[in-house]
């Protein structure tokens, strides 16, 4: 079994749609992650947390939300969906004293 | 803002060549810098990483070579094979232990 799975892994949606993309991990670490990643643009942060009760932005956090339910699982919401968040999204966890990261499978999402 | 710059954005290699791929940084204030590969479907993995106490790094075919005084390291694929067809992130450690990637690199090794 994947140590990270994601859920959806595609969705197509219209625009000024809610959507939640959910995380969830089976590695026991504590620090969670959501990134983009866009065509010639690579990888690019959106919200990471700690522990369940930290959360914080990244480099592009407008137009989206998160919430840590537990340890296992972080979920990225957009609260109404416009056309330049499509994307492929992915979610990341890593161990308190390690730099690497466990990427999940990805979420590839359309917004029409 | 991209603090890391990636070249080339695309690869093409013939089978038993050398691929390289470049990156350059901006903040020298950490100690990082990990390479990930990421096949079609997939998410990304970690490769290869260095720190910047040394000047090199060989895993098997795969090697970082780092340059601090021009705040360039690079990634370089001896024996290139068709396996090896993905795509490449460069990134740097920024702070709060989180990660900053390159624009990535498709390397398409013809066989």
């Known amino acids: 079994d994947a140590d990270v799975t994601q859920t959806p892994r595609n969705r197509i949606t219209k625009t000024g749609k809610r959507i939640m993309l959910e995380c969830s991990q089976t590695k026991g670490h504590d620090r969670m992650y959501w990134y983009r990643q866009d065509p010639g643009l690579g990888l690019r942060l959106i919200y990471y947390?700690?522990?369940?009760?930290?959360?914080n932005k990244g480099e592009i956090s407008d137009g989206y939300s998160v919430s840590r339910q537990a340890q296992a699982k972080f979920s990225l919401s957009l609260e109404s969906a416009i056309p330049n968040q499509t994307a492929l999204y992915f979610c990341?966890?890593?161990?308190?004293?390690?730099?690497?990261?466990?990427f999940g499978p990805g979420t590839r999402l359309l917004v029409l | 803002q991209q603090q890391v710059k990636q070249s080339p954005q695309s690869l093409i290699v013939q089978k038993g060549g050398i691929s390289i791929i470049n990156c350059a940084y901006e903040?020298?204030?950490?100690?990082?810098f990990p390479w990930y590969q990421q096949f079609p479907g997939k998410g990304p993995a970690l490769l290869i990483a260095i720190r910047p106490d040394v000047s090199e790094k060989k895993e098997g075919r795969f090697t970082i070579s780092f340059n601090k005084s021009a705040k360039q390291f690079s990634l370089h694929i001896m024996d290139s094979q068709p396996g090896d067809s993905a795509t490449y992130f460069c990134a740097e450690e920024t702070s709060g232990s989180r990660l900053t990637f390159g624009e990535g690199t498709q390397l398409t090794v013809n066989p």
């Open positions: 990341a966890t890593s161990a308190w004293n390690q730099e690497t990261q466990y």
């Open positions: 903040n020298t204030a950490f100690d990082y």
């Open positions: 947390s700690f522990d369940v009760k930290d959360i």
